[in-house]
């Protein structure tokens, strides 16, 4: 059903009743396309008179996935991965290291080892890759060194979606107080073993599942050196063509047990600007705003929908900015080759168990050992992620193409778009939020149409439209 410039509230209730039936009602707030993001700075009419989001329901499948996840198992990759006594970049990885279980090497071959045993639990549905090069002498890389992303596809059921990709990552790397130490003590439990924990224990329970899109689990080497296996990884991506609409990168998520830490809250950062953007796309944000609608605020705001409807004991605080102060992560690779990618970060860090020696001094405990870490936090964070890499992976394509048509002076707003690719859409939504608010405030469905008009001024919202299947599963909104 469309709604033209005379639609009333009558016809906007029934319309709106017509699709309650709905599985989910939810702020999926990211987009693929490149440009869409910036054309959209739009209208706010009075809030009391429009139909607002509510929490989504849950899929019982996501739901029931979700409880699969352990704590115990957790930690069990957690301390694994701290006895390989470094994880340095710059570590041994010859063959007797290797046996020895000491270094990057080590770590890396038990990775690899346990992506392949998750594949044969399920079937062999998960493929476990490698993606390796030797990265030459600059900055904390002293001498050229051979570096091994450690990634596993679980790829889509549907061959109209299966080149639309959500992927999940962290780095296996560590570091103590010299970066350029390759034999001392860098257990590195927090950073990044819980990030790298997150990626192995979703892999391990969605991989029992299917979904229509395709999942990646990525594990990646080199932060600490300066992001080097992440930057290749996406250079990859970027220049082989994946179709990635979101990557969520788990960094520091252990939820250290100091006293001042708040295992309820996980913080999620995601960039304001993008990187990426080209000096026309400067232009229109100057011009136009959306200054806050970068589509990795698009997939902040998203996991925080997310939250609300499958993770009870965990809160996403959507961080708007790019990372914190002094600080970087393995999402701005991502973010520099034009992916959407938000990072995870535990709530108040201990920079006593960061990039310290481990040792004692006046009573002080340094060093990044799995004592430190809040197991049963890691486990909220992971299923967090695991609770929007499927639903991405669930939902149909995003519509195409979204436009406002400003063709004339009035307080009536006019959306069109192009069908989202593929047939599993049988409606689209629209959205919307006042300009100065953080979150998707509004929701109308429309039918299975490719235009609407709504009577709400376009100079005081931002407006998005989201695809919607059979079964209520609701895709990426574009803005």
Request: with cysteine; aromatic share 8%; charged share 25%.
């Amino acid at each position: 059903m469309e709604l033209g410039c005379t639609g009333t509230r009558e016809k906007v209730e029934r319309n709106h009743e017509a699709y309650m039936n709905l599985a989910f009602i939810d702020m999926r707030t990211s987009c693929p396309q490149r440009f869409g993001w910036i054309l959209l700075v739009l209208a706010v009419a009075s809030a009391s008179a429009q139909p607002t989001i509510t929490t989504s329901s849950a899929d019982p499948q996501i739901a029931a996935a979700l409880k699969q996840i352990s704590a115990e198992k957790i930690r069990a990759n957690i301390e694994k991965l701290a006895s390989f006594q470094t994880r340095s970049t710059l570590s041994a990885q010859d063959q007797a290291s290797i046996a020895a279980g000491h270094g990057i090497g080590a770590a890396r071959k038990w990775i690899k080892s346990e992506f392949e045993r998750y594949s044969r639990d399920c079937g062999g549905r998960l493929e476990v890759k490698t993606d390796s090069f030797t990265e030459q002498p600059a900055g904390r890389i002293p001498k050229p060194t051979e570096i091994t992303n450690v990634y596993a596809v679980l790829k889509g059921t549907d061959p109209e979606n299966a080149k639309r990709v959500v992927l999940v990552t962290g780095h296996y790397d560590s570091r103590n107080s010299d970066t350029l130490d390759t034999t001392g003590v860098a257990p590195g439990a927090n950073d990044d073993a819980s990030g790298t924990a997150v990626s192995l224990e979703c892999a391990r329970v969605l991989s029992r599942l299917k979904f229509p899109a395709t999942i990646i689990f990525l594990t990646v080497a080199g932060e600490e050196q300066g992001l080097n296996g992440s930057h290749h990884f996406a250079q990859m991506a970027k220049s082989e063509g994946w179709n990635i609409e979101a990557v969520l990168n788990n960094d520091i998520v252990g939820g250290d047990r100091n006293s001042q830490q708040d295992p309820s809250v996980v913080r999620v950062f995601s960039e304001g600007v993008p990187s990426a953007a080209t000096d026309t796309e400067l232009k229109l944000i100057r011009n136009l705003g959306g200054e806050s609608d970068s589509p990795s605020r698009q997939i902040a705001r998203y996991v925080g929908e997310v939250g609300r409807t499958y993770v009870v004991g965990l809160k996403p605080t959507l961080v708007f900015r790019l990372d914190r102060y002094l600080r970087g992560g393995d999402h701005i690779s991502f973010n520099q080759q034009g992916f959407a990618a938000v990072r995870f970060t535990e709530y108040r860090e201990d920079y006593h168990h960061q990039h310290q020696n481990v040792r004692t001094e006046n009573g002080i405990e340094y060093g990044d050992v799995p004592k430190f870490v809040n197991f049963d936090y890691v486990a909220n964070v992971s299923r967090l992620n695991a609770a929007t890499l499927a639903s991405l992976a669930s939902a149909p394509a995003p519509p195409d193409k979204v436009r406002l048509v400003t063709k004339e002076l009035e307080n009536d707003s006019t959306l069109t778009w192009e069908p989202s690719p593929g047939s599993r859409t049988d409606a689209y939504e629209v959205l919307w939020r006042a300009t100065t608010s953080a979150e998707w405030e509004h929701t109308q469905p429309v039918g299975n149409v490719t235009k609407t008009t709504l009577p709400i001024s376009k100079d005081n919202v931002i407006f998005a439209v989201r695809a919607v299947d059979k079964e209520g599963h609701r895709s990426l909104p574009v803005v």
